[in-house]
């Protein structure tokens, strides 16, 4: 037998009573897992709900508790700043403004620097946050916009989102970033206070302080209009020159009518702004190319106003004969219009082939669009002493003042162009459809020399079919609103087209008419700054909705399908007139803060400004891409008149505006209205 083999080593198990066998992690997580298995269907869907319970719950109570950590930090910020200011330490004064670069900053359009938008001073002495506490940039949304922070794609020129320029004063190099939002520059540059006098006391030493400083040149608002027109012209001249309406952001263009809408609309624009350059490349165009021999459809209403109210409008200012004739080539064509029934034109003539016919899906025209062609009509008569216009114009008027269908004054939307009488009567609103006709009343009775008295009862009768039928006041600001009527229920909404009625309101009280009319001209002109100043980006939407009862604190609400703006010029003609009545210069701010919000989120840098879906959203406002021929016909124009110091440039006791603000003559007191053979 064989002894039993040793061994060269001694085994030892060290343990007490509390050990437990040793089992690696695989083992646990497989115990883990079976015994969840094991639970049943329900006793797991319990367990998962009550997770995803707790889950959402630590998400809602995250940013109450960030705001109690902030309250804590703005508060021992403060306690701070008054500790420093009892040790005798100074903050920056109130009145003290950073030092931009001199001069036309490299990349920025070539905007002048009068153009820059005015510097807001700030009210309260200002303290920088500690580093610990600054909070991070924000890296939402894509790459493209994170390099670039709160700009759009189509708003930013590439290889231009920074440049260097050297400061003059002290030597230093100072970043310039640039927002191509607009005009909007931030400068990050070494700034110096100014000296002061240390050695007084108190408010004695802040007021040296504050008269030290420089005082910051005012921006030329008249200039900066000018501009904005400029940077228009130039994508309009680039990329759709002839054509109706500038794409701005796709660099092309889009046709309506195939007749230079855009170019004959800004024709007395330019020569009101004094661009003699771009008005003579414009002239020679009309000269040269301009024809209205085409087989094309034109709308009755928009040709009227736009083209020749246009062509009206520039011989007057001009006394070129160019635009007289051409206004009688179009003003011949449109003629056939009238070849109905009841003599109610119809909306669509064929200007070539001298034919004219209604929309496919109605016999019926709007109100607003055959009974706002009499001031261009009625004038094309006067120059040319053909009585043939001003007959068939004033026929309209006539008729309509004595259908039936009328509410108080108010008038339904529509009329058949077969039997000349009113249709879908439920309906009344002084916004699309119905607008103009209300606006005509006043104006036809301005430019006859006030003689005509059936338009000015007319006219008075609806302003008190307005207060008693369409007004309101909103909850819980108290704001002054024109709604809707729908089968004797109001609907508490108004188009932005109805904010011509303050700049209406005001011109009648200026020529005579009630006192009242210009206090509600008041109220309305504030409501309809309030749909710009309640909306995110400063702009308007096409539609507002107004709380009678409030239940979220706001005045404004606008539906997804309305949050658009079409550079639309109803709320800043209103201004123009409240400011040359008043001369309250809060009206002008107001303008001016709509062309800077223009500049932030509605111009393109190639050239052009884009109309914009969503006024709510200021990080993507959603351009798209269209320049409507009316921002320079119209908003541009009226910028420029609200601006302007000469109360004499197109005074309004001389001219008239059309609804395309293109400004007719009053006529002589010693011509009338009527045309001879309806008198």
Known sequence: MYSPQRKDFVSLTLGDQHSHNYTNGKHRRQSCWRKWKQLSRLQRSLILFLLAFLFICGILSYPSLTEQWRGLTDRSLKEDWVEMDNQGLRPIPPGFVPKLPPGVVPGVQDIPPEVMPEIQRPSIPLLPKPPAMRKPPSKRGPPALQKRGKVSDW??????????????????EAKTLISWRGAMIEAEQGTELQSTAHEKEGTVADAEDSANLKPVKAVDRVEAVREAFRHAWKGYKAFAWGHDELKPISKT???????????????????????????????????????????????LFESTIRVLGGLLSTYHLTEDTLFLDKAKDIGSRLMPAFKTPSKIPYSDVNIGKGTAHPPRWTTDSTVAEVTSIQLEFRELSRLTKDPQYQVLYFFIIVNVHGLEGKRDGLVPMFINTNSGKFTRRGAFTLGARADSYYEYLLKQWLQGGKKET?????????????????????????????????????????????????????????????????????????????????????????IAHFNLQSSNGRDIDVKPADRHNLLRPETVESLLYMYRFTNDSKYRDWGWDILQNFNKYTRVPSGGYTSIGNVRDPLNPAPRDKMESFFLGETLKYLFLLFSDDNELISLDKYVFNTEAHPLPIWPSTLSGRSPELS
């Open 454 to 542: 059936e338009l000015l009862e007319d006219y008075l009768q609806a302003i008190e079919g307005v207060r008693k039928n369409l007004l309101r006041q909103t909850s819980p600001s108290k704001l002054t609103f024109v709604g809707e009527l729908s089968n004797g229920r109001l609907n508490p909404k108004m188009d932005h087209l109805v904010c011509f009625l303050p700049g209406t309101l005001a011109l009648g009280a200026h020529n005579g008419l009630p006192a009242d009319h210009m206090e509600l001209a008041l109220q309305l002109m504030e409501t309809c700054h309030q749909m710009y100043a309640q909306m995110e980006t400063g702009l308007s939407p096409e």
């Open 155 to 172: 708003q930013v020129k590439d290889g231009e989102e920074a440049t260097i320029k050297r400061d003059e004063d002290g030597g230093k």
């Open 253 to 299: 263009h889009g046709e309506w009518f195939g007749l230079g809408l855009t170019l004959i609309d800004a024709l007395d624009t330019m020569w009101i702004l004094g661009l003699k350059d771009e008005f003579a490349e414009a002239k020679k165009w009309v000269e040269t190319e301009l024809s209205f021999s085409k087989n094309v459809d034109v709308n």
